[in-house]
């Protein structure tokens, strides 16, 4: 809602609390935050009346773009610009005629005479549209959005209502772009924002909502002195409107939460980056007293957090842990990543910022459990927030009826706690998210783990790692690299030089594609110095699982060398996304009818993606098994997959490999395209799949990368593949050699007729690099998940 509709709006509430019962119920609940009661007042109109004028659509579009319900705004933004379309493109905020002698006091010359309350919408659809995508996170969309929007703002309409406008588009776009990290483009509107002159009509409520607009564009580009000088400027006039609503309240309530909370946020923030510490904490203090901050999680952890990081300063470390886990509290009690007040103050607050800071916290306190656990929850989290826009996983245990309402039930009550409405009852809404997500997971752990933080104590995971294994878990972030060594009968930690810990794994990287250098060796050594040398002490097995963070993921763990042997001489090696996902492995495998499922060199369209040796490995290995089945070339289909799959033990692609860093759950692998598919097993798909293997072999390219980001967002083929049911993944790092790897694949499959996958993969790798002894040829290929 722009300056000038806000405005009407406090005097429709001045009126309504001293007797002025003539004011329209959209007016009184769009003045009182009542969201809800407008959509249902709307939504009445609809079922009456069938087609809405705009007058009636727009406050039901408003409600539905404040509550959130992306479902029914989208429909709704349609439906107003299909009017706009036939020339309905006003709102009638004036027709009551009790309302028009009220609104005689703020028309003629103020807002610009009666026809002045009636505003021309054209602008609206897709400003609110760009809006709701900023808050689902696609500012390529919301940018889209926003230059039209600008671009349909009317010539001919008064200049304050036009600058408004302006205002409004030109927040919305610049604020997408600082968001997409396009800081050039943000800096280009945010100064044509900046440049924008206010008419003299009405600056009294259009020049504090430029300063405000300003500064949140600022904050959002991390330029706090700049956004601070905006807020102080801008507040006395702030207060001046403030004051009047703070003071005023509907059915008891303050409506403090939708006007100067968020904006108190953004100047105590601003005080914290440039320094002001004294200030900000005095002002997150006071904001911590307010029962409307309590209600409002997503401003509530970030000031948690900083307030966190100011204890932390001042060396009370115990104080400072206790604000970090009541972040954390809040931050876990949402699945969703929708960014309600965050995209509207510009500041999107690093989540995974809040684990480190209390990890690190933990671990110089010698909690190291407590550090442990909350590693396991920030890697869940991670999860979580990746796989937050996704609604039809595959139900793989208990009544799928029941799970996918209990599914349904805690999406619509964790949408519903994020809307700021008068009439939203927040501790029923709590308290239902709390019971329905208790339901899920004693009903289906494994898809709870997917939608909602969870991890497993340090006891349980002792329990479940096998006598004989050790397990190494390393956390990574640019500042701090800790190895934690945990067997069934302890725990040690230590903190690790992590130095210049991502380019040394790029470079080795690197230096592996080069198959006639040696030049892998140096930099091999140094990382075994850096990651395994500091904890041998405390490997008493000679079976290890590696639990990879951030850039490790990356690391080909099985070729660090040091100095006489590579590691997989001396260890055998199965790696976990996660050291809680050892608790969704356990599951008995089904008797299967046939061995092995095998897909060779599928015909892609383009003799470029032809693996001729990839076509004689998938028949070679088919062979290693009597009842098998191969797929080539055409036949090689995403629909032979799903119609032939449940019935085979183990499932080999040989073929290639799709990584999206940017949208993990595209990565997928490459299959021929058919009537029914489009030739891409994408990892969103495999967690729409139930496909019950024992083992799924990803002998492609680049399989066994992830995206890498500020968390453990591992959503990988292979944790897809988990999450599907296979009780193994072996996959490739990077692109292999066809050759050496069909040979390395056929005695894979030999070596598992008398021992485990992990030593018949570690025999077959060992056997090829007698042949081919660079680890480019062998050291690729990792195996995730169980061992036996």
Not at 369 to 386: H, N
Not at 466 to 477: A, G, R
Not at 531 to 543: A, C, D, G, Q
Request: proline share 3%.
């Amino acid at each position: 809602m722009n300056g000038r509709f806000l405005l009407i709006a406090l005097f429709v509430f001045i009126a309504a609390g001293c007797g002025y019962n003539m004011v329209r119920d959209e007016e009184k609940f769009q003045a009182t935050g009542q969201y809800g009661e407008l959509a249902k007042l709307g939504e009445s109109k609809t079922a009456h009346s069938g087609k809405l004028s705009t007058t009636d659509l727009y406050p039901l579009c408003l409600s539905y773009s404040k509550l959130k319900n992306y479902s029914k705004l989208f429909p709704c933004i349609d439906n107003l610009e299909d009017n706009i379309r036939k020339g309905d493109d006003a709102v009638d905020v004036a027709r009551d005629n009790a309302f028009l002698r009220f609104a005689g006091i703020v028309s003629s010359p103020f807002l610009g005479g009666t026809e002045a309350l009636k505003p021309n919408v054209t602008p609206y659809p897709n400003i609110w549209r760009a809006q709701a995508y900023i808050e689902l996170g696609e500012y390529n969309k919301a940018i889209e959005e926003a230059k039209k929007g600008y671009d349909r703002i009317p010539a001919g309409l008064p200049p304050q209502i036009k600058t408004e406008l302006r205002i409004y588009a030109l927040y919305t776009l610049s604020l997408a772009y600082a968001l997409n990290k396009d800081e050039d483009h943000a800096g280009q509107y945010l100064k044509e924002l900046e440049n924008l002159p206010i008419p003299f009509v009405g600056s009294a409520m259009t020049a504090p909502e430029k300063q405000n607009a300003i500064a949140k564009v600022c904050i959002a580009l991390k330029q706090y002195d700049k956004a601070l000088e905006h807020l102080k400027d801008n507040w006395g006039a702030f207060r001046s409107l403030t004051n009047v609503l703070t003071g005023a309240s509907f059915e008891g309530q303050s409506i403090y939460v939708f006007t100067e909370l968020p904006q108190k946020f953004m100047l105590n923030k601003c005080l914290h980056e440039t320094g002001k510490i004294e200030e900000a904490k005095a002002g997150y203090d006071a904001l911590l007293k307010l029962p409307q901050t309590q209600d409002n999680g997503e401003i509530l952890w970030m000031i948690l957090f900083d307030r966190g990081r100011i204890s932390e300063s001042e060396g009370a470390l115990k104080e400072a842990t206790t604000y970090y886990r009541q972040a954390i509290d809040i931050i876990e009690q949402q699945r969703s990543t929708i960014n309600t007040e965050a995209s509207k103050i510009g500041f999107v607050g690093d989540k995974q910022a809040v684990y480190r800071y209390l990890i690190a916290a933990l671990f110089t306190d010698r909690q190291y459990s407590s550090a442990f656990e909350y590693i396991e929850r920030s890697k869940s989290r991670a999860l979580v927030d990746t796989l937050a826009t996704k609604k039809d996983f595959a139900v793989q245990t208990g009544n799928e009826k029941q799970i996918r309402e209990l599914l349904a039930m805690t999406d619509k009550s964790e949408q519903e706690a994020l809307v700021q409405d008068f009439h939203a009852k927040k501790d029923n809404t709590r308290s239902l998210i709390v019971k329905t997500k208790e339901q899920l997971q004693q009903q289906a752990s494994e898809l709870a783990s997917l939608v909602s933080v969870t991890s497993v104590s340090v006891a349980e995971i002792q329990r479940l790692i096998p006598p004989d294994e050790t397990l190494v878990e390393y956390y990574y972030t640019e500042k701090d690299l800790y190895a934690f060594v945990l067997t069934s009968q302890g725990l040690s930690a230590i903190r690790l030089e992590s130095g210049n810990l991502t380019e040394e794994i790029k470079a080795f990287r690197q230096s592996l594609d080069n198959v006639s250098s040696a030049s892998y060796e140096m930099l091999s050594r140094q990382l075994f110095n850096k990651l395994i040398k500091p904890v041998e002490i405390s490997l008493s097995t000679r079976k290890l699982i590696i639990v990879p963070h951030g850039a490790l993921h990356y690391l080909p763990f099985y070729a660090l060398h040091d100095g006489k042997d590579y590691l997989i001489e001396r260890y055998s090696i199965r790696m976990l996304p996660s050291a809680s996902i050892i608790n969704y492995l356990q599951r008995k495998k089904a008797t299967k009818v046939g061995d092995i499922l095998a897909f060779g060199n599928p015909d892609l369209g383009d003799p470029k993606y032809d693996l001729v040796y990839a076509q004689n490995e998938a028949i070679a290995v088919s062979k290693t098994r009597p009842r098998s089945k191969v797929f080539l070339r055409k036949e090689a289909t995403e629909t032979a997959l799903i119609k032939y799959g449940a019935g085979f033990s183990y499932i080999h692609f040989a073929t290639h490999g799709e990584f999206d860093a940017d949208k993990p759950l595209n990565s997928a692998l490459l299959l021929a395209m058919d009537t029914q598919s489009d030739g891409k097993l994408t990892v969103d798909k495999l967690y729409s799949m139930k496909l019950d293997a024992d083992l799924i072999t990803l002998s492609a390219c680049e399989t066994g990368l992830s995206k890498i980001a500020n968390g453990d967002d591992l959503v990988g083929l292979t944790r897809g593949f988990l999450y599907a049911g296979s009780s193994s993944i072996v996959a490739s790092l990077w692109k292999v050699d066809d050759l050496a790897t069909a040979q390395l694949m056929t005695r894979f499959y030999r070596e598992m007729e008398g021992t485990d996958k992990r030593e018949a993969l570690r025999t077959a790798q060992l056997e090829t690099k007698k042949k081919y002894p660079h680890p480019y040829y062998w050291a690729s290929f990792q195996l995730t998940g169980n061992a036996k």
